[in-house]
């Protein structure tokens, strides 16, 4: 024997925390009532900054990885109906099968689709027009829950994760781009239903808050990153992998608007607007979230 | 077939930092679905980490641990280059193994 190996720390189990506890900890955490006092912005600060450091601590060990390794075996499998592998067909408009870059180069112009398109709607353009699948059944279980993660949720992660540490440029100066920013600006400014709402109301202006949530806006370019950074993310909060398409579902839902169609030119619009907005910042790569 | 495991070992001056990211539902068994019905439990039993083949940690894990669980170890002993063996077993007898070299 020429070593002894000892053990000596065992099972430091991280918790996540499982859906139950995760759920009881939220409100937990947010004990004091929403106020516009200094000593409460304060605090609010002081909270996120405290999960701001064990998002540093959880980087290297964020389950969003699993996905990303899931999403690149989907990506080089031959699957759907016509049995052929997206990394051999689906061009994410740096050329066919190259995924380095390209989500931090989207949404982008594509000729073959007519359409400008983000990443999600992208990849679900190709599975349906190249692997065959039915855009009705992708579209019927569009983003993960407790149960289950859709197979475009782990390649957007795997897409997302080899463009970690890159700079986000949209290509803006594209007239078909400048015509999709232009009206997701107008959908950013839309005010409707039962609230009379608008993502603007709450993300319009700089240093609004709801309760503990700061609020970016989205509208200034020092502050756009916040509506990209950590996107797509693992929530912890039920364990479940969830992209910017599902962010944007639950904006329209917390404005009491009717949900929009999954990948519709609607939301690709906006995910434009605020990705082009955040240009020239660093995108980190998949997230983890509260 | 259980998707595989992500698994980082990195020695830190004589020390060897141990990652484990495990794929894993983790249900407890005290979870309802929609319907209403129990969802049945599903978890992790046992993990065990090998050496170059010498068991040098071995564990029992339950229904507290959260789903996706990621682990944290730390090993004296080893040097870069050394193989590190990680096994999990659930209780439905499902099990996985995964390597790694130490960087």
Redo the contacts between chains.
Sequence with gaps: MN??????????????????AGAKDKSKSRPIPATTSPAAAEQKDAATAEFEKFREV?E??N?A??FE??GEELWKEKRGPKQVALAETCDLGLGIGVVKGAYVQMPRYFADAGKVMDVERRLVWCMVEKQGFSAAEIAAHPFASE?ATPDQTSLVTYVAGLSRNMKISVPTDDPKVKEVYRLGKEVFAFRAGPYDFACATCHGETGLRIRMQQLPNLARKEEAIRSYQGWPG?R?T??IMLTQQWRMNDCFRQQRFPEPKYVSDTVTALLTYLTANANGNMYKGPGIKR | MADPMKIRAQMKGDICDIKILMSHPMETGQRKDSNGAVVPAHFIQTISIDLNGKRVIQGQTGTSVSRNPVFGFKVKGAKVGDKITVGWVDNKGDKRTDEATVQ
């Design positions: 070593y002894h190996s000892i053990a000596i720390a065992i099972s430091i189990a991280v918790a996540l925390a499982s859906a139950d959880m290297d060990a389950p990885e699993l390794a899931k149960t693992y912890m039920g364990g």
